[in-house]
Nanobody, 115 residues
Framework: QVQLVESGGGLVQAGGPLRLSCAAS????????MCWYRQAPGKQRELVATITDFGRTTYADSVKGRFIISRDNAKNTVYLKMNSLKPEDTDVYYC?????????WGQGTQVTVSS
């Protein structure tokens, strides 16, 4: 079992930055890739960024060049640094941890970008 707890969401003005954190606990040695997703009400959950256990990163086109995913294995934490935020980035952001047998999810953290 893996537990994920997100933090760092909130209200920010357009153009501003915000950093999300996701702390993992439990069977952390089983975790491979970690990801950030986001979801608006009534819409499908969207993959925002992925970082593998080797540190390779990929991004959705909508956030490429603005968001940076990173992980600190010593702290069992993954981060999402969001720059140049836009109102369309407003969503609930979820942390995801991938193991060989399961996908684990955090509870989500709300990000609201005002124009």
């Amino acid at each position: 079992q893996v537990q994920l707890v997100e933090s760092g969401g909130g209200l920010v003005q357009a153009g501003g930055p915000l950093r999300l954190s996701c702390a993992a606990s439990g069977n952390i040695f089983s975790i491979g890739a970690m990801c950030w997703y986001r979801q608006a009400p009534g819409k499908q959950r969207e993959l925002v960024a992925t970082i593998t256990d080797f540190g390779r990163t990929t991004y959705a086109d909508s956030v490429k060049g603005r968001f940076i995913i990173s992980r600190d294995n010593a702290k069992n934490t993954v981060y999402l640094k969001m720059n140049s935020l836009k109102p369309e980035d407003t969503d609930v952001y979820y942390c995801n941890a991938v193991t060989t047998s399961h996908n684990y999810w955090g509870q989500g953290t709300q990000v609201t970008v005002s124009s």
